[in-house]
């Protein structure tokens, strides 16, 4: 509901008062982050998603303080040998939050990232197993 939130405190001029400051919006962030992100390799498919929709917002409402934690693990999990099973979710996660680290503006460094993943995910491309490739 934080998103609704933020969204509808933005197009409506009501008092400032009730409205969510930036330092608001920031603390929420911090204080959800290392939950997302360690739902984000759980057992659990739903669990997986759900960290997604949790780590695309936290990307768009507070993205200097969520993206980099985040593009670091996706690095990681991208590089590692001994845990490819965190490869499928880092690559779900890279989608999900896609557009808030490439968005003009948004996140200074966003865009120096991307051609370093996208090199990353050409390893986990196998045209003889689709589900897994995606």
């Known amino acids: 509901y934080l998103m609704e939130r933020v969204r509808a405190e933005r197009d409506v001029a009501d008092s400032?008062?009730?409205k969510l400051k930036p330092s608001d919006i920031s603390n929420i962030a911090r204080?959800?982050?290392p939950v997302a992100l360690q739902g984000l390799y759980s057992k659990s498919n739903t669990a997986t998603l759900q960290s997604c929709v949790a780590l695309k917002y936290l990307a768009s409402l507070d993205p200097?303080?969520?993206l980099p934690p985040l593009l670091d693990r996706i690095s990681d999990a991208l590089?590692?040998?001994t845990q490819v099973h965190q490869?499928?979710?880092a690559?779900?996660?890279l989608a999900a939050v896609i557009f808030p680290v490439i968005r003009a503006g948004n996140?200074?460094?966003g865009a120096k990232h991307i051609p370093d993943l996208m090199e990353l995910t050409l390893s986990g491309i196998d045209s003889n197993d689709l589900p897994k490739t995606w």
Request: cysteine-free; aromatic content about 10%; proline content about 0%.
């Open 79 to 81: 590089t590692t040998l």
């Open 107 to 109: 996140f200074e460094s």
């Open 87 to 89: 490869t499928s979710s």
């Open 16 to 18: 400032e008062s009730y």
């Open 64 to 66: 200097n303080n969520t």
């Open 31 to 33: 204080l959800i982050l």
């Open 91 to 93: 690559l779900e996660a």
